[in-house]
C-alpha cells in the first residue's frame, strides 16, 4: 500500500474550515484514500474515503488531485469536538488488504 | 447500542499471565481486526479474520492468539505476559475485506503489564 505523508499538527479556529492535506504521490490505480480521526483515548473513527471522484458526507468533503497525487480533507465548520489526530491512509484492493496507520495530523480547533 | 465492543475496557496484570481480550460485533460484518497502540501512539494491525478464517497475521509473537468461535466474535489470548505488551488494543470490524468500506472501531482495551 501506498505510503502518505501529512503534516503533524495544525490549528484551526472554531466555526472556520479545517483543510488537512495528504500527500500519497507513489498511489496506484487501484488503491483508495481513506480518512479516519482519533479523539483522545477513543477509538479510530472512519470518516469518508474515495477513489478519483470528489467525495461528501455529513462529516467532511474528501478532495482528490487529478493526479491522485495528493487530497485534501475539509471539515466545514470545525467545532471543538474536532479536535483529533487525522490519519489519512492509501488502500489496495484485495483480500489481503489492510489499513495501515501512519502518524497523522493533530488538529487543534481553538475558541 | 454499542456497535464494536470490548471487554475488559481496562486489565492490569503480572508479567508471566495469561489473559484474554474479548470482541463481539453486532453490525453483521463479515470481517473483524485486532489493532494495537503503544505508548508512542502508532496504530498496527496485529490480526484479520474474515468469516473466522485468518487471513492476516502481521509479525507478531506466537504468544499472541487469536480466536474467532463465529463471525460476530474475535478474541485475544495473550500468553506469558511481558512488560512491552503495555498497549492499547483496539478490535475492529467492516463489512468484508473490500475496499469499499470503512472499518468500524470499538473503544479499546488499556492493557498494563506489572
Known sequence: DAKTTQPPSMDCAEGRAANLPCNHSTISGNEYVYWYRQIHSQGPQYIIHGLKNNETNEMASLIITEDRKSSTLILPHATLRDTAVYYCIVRGTGTASKLTFGTGTRLQVTL | ?114
Open chain 2, 1 to 114: 447500542d454499542t456497535a464494536v465492543s470490548q471487554t475488559p475496557k481496562y486489565l492490569v496484570t503480572q508479567m508471566g499471565n495469561d489473559k484474554s481480550i474479548k470482541c463481539e460485533q453486532n453490525l453483521g460484518h463479515d470481517t473483524m481486526y485486532w489493532y494495537k497502540q503503544d505508548s508512542k501512539k502508532f496504530l498496527k494491525i496485529m490480526f484479520s479474520y474474515n468469516n473466522k478464517e485468518l487471513i492476516i497475521n502481521e509479525t507478531v509473537p506466537n504468544r499472541f492468539s487469536p480466536k474467532s468461535p463465529d463471525k460476530a466474535h474475535l478474541n485475544l489470548h495473550i500468553n506469558s505476559l511481558e512488560l512491552g505488551d503495555s498497549a492499547v488494543y483496539f478490535c475492529a470490524s467492516s463489512h468484508d475485506t473490500g475496499v469499499g468500506y470503512g472499518y468500524t472501531f470499538g473503544s479499546g482495551t488499556r492493557l498494563t503489564v506489572v
